[in-house]
């Protein structure tokens, strides 16, 4: 079995770390690059920056904060919103990232999973993914920070993702993201049995049992959350060391 990641995620607009509940009443909780060399200190296995208003506000990506973040980061750094050409990617990787995060782009131009991954390596392209249930164990796929319904269906849409030449998967519940009542284990068994790519689970996180229950109910690689670490109510340690009391390896 592979070890087991833990990723705090970075949600920035203008500059600022933020965090919402279900994309909506948005706070500012401080400073990417203080916040990021803080998990790295803590034992992070990777940090995820998402400028959340890139796409919706047709910007480019944070690369100032990708640079001063890598300064002071020696764990994986992955960098997500605003990534619309292979020049964005190679930009976004020559300032510092990784990887990088494609979404609501993704979605639209499907082939810029493929060329990216031609170019740079599967390793490099992480497709991040928000859904929200529209029935029984089916789900709609969401761009634009969960702003538009794509009417795609998710199973079909992370197989094509895994042919077209992604390394990696992080799915996001709509539904319970910034909720805090835990990931969503249907919603992450559907996707981790549909592919063989690893799935990031993010979207729930509330309290320290939920880390160990993603990893124990389902066969997602690693759980990435935000307003817990943020708010300073766990650490990334004590996380992983819940983990490992529970059997699970960990990075």
């Known amino acids: 079995m592979l070890a087991k990641r833990i990723i705090p995620c970075l949600d920035v607009r203008d500059g600022k770390v933020v965090k919402g509940v279900n994309f909506e009443g948005i706070k500012e909780v401080g400073d990417p690059v203080e916040c990021a060399a803080e998990y790295n200190r803590q034992g992070a296995d990777e ?10 506000e047709g910007r480019g990506v944070i690369l100032d904060v990708v640079r001063n973040a890598a300064k002071q980061v020696f764990v994986p750094l992955t960098v997500g919103g605003g990534i619309k050409t292979v020049d964005d990617i190679r930009e976004t990787l020559r300032a510092g990232a990784d990887k990088v995060s494609v979404n609501s782009q993704a979605v639209q131009n499907p082939q ?66 910034g909720v805090r009542g835990g990931f969503d284990i249907d919603m992450l068994k559907a996707v981790c049995s549909a592919v063989k790519i690893p799935v990031i689970a993010s979207g729930g996180a509330g309290k320290l049992s939920d880390f160990a229950d993603a990893f124990i109910k389902t066969d997602c690689s690693a759980a990435l959350a935000a307003s817990l670490f943020h708010y300073k109510e766990l650490t990334v340690e004590q996380v992983k060391n819940d983990c490992r009391n529970k059997g699970i390896i960990m990075r």
């Open 112 to 177: 810029l999973i493929k060329e990216g991954a031609d170019i740079f390596g599967s390793q490099c392209i992480c497709v991040g993914i928000d859904a929200k249930m529209v029935g029984d164990k089916k789900w709609t796929v969401y761009i634009n920070g969960g702003r538009i319904d794509m009417q795609l269906d998710l199973v079909d849409w992370v197989k094509e993702i895994e042919q077209l030449g992604a390394g990696e998967i992080c799915l996001n519940s709509i539904d319970t993201d």
């Open 47 to 56: 940090i995820v920056f998402y400028d959340i208003t890139a796409s919706h």
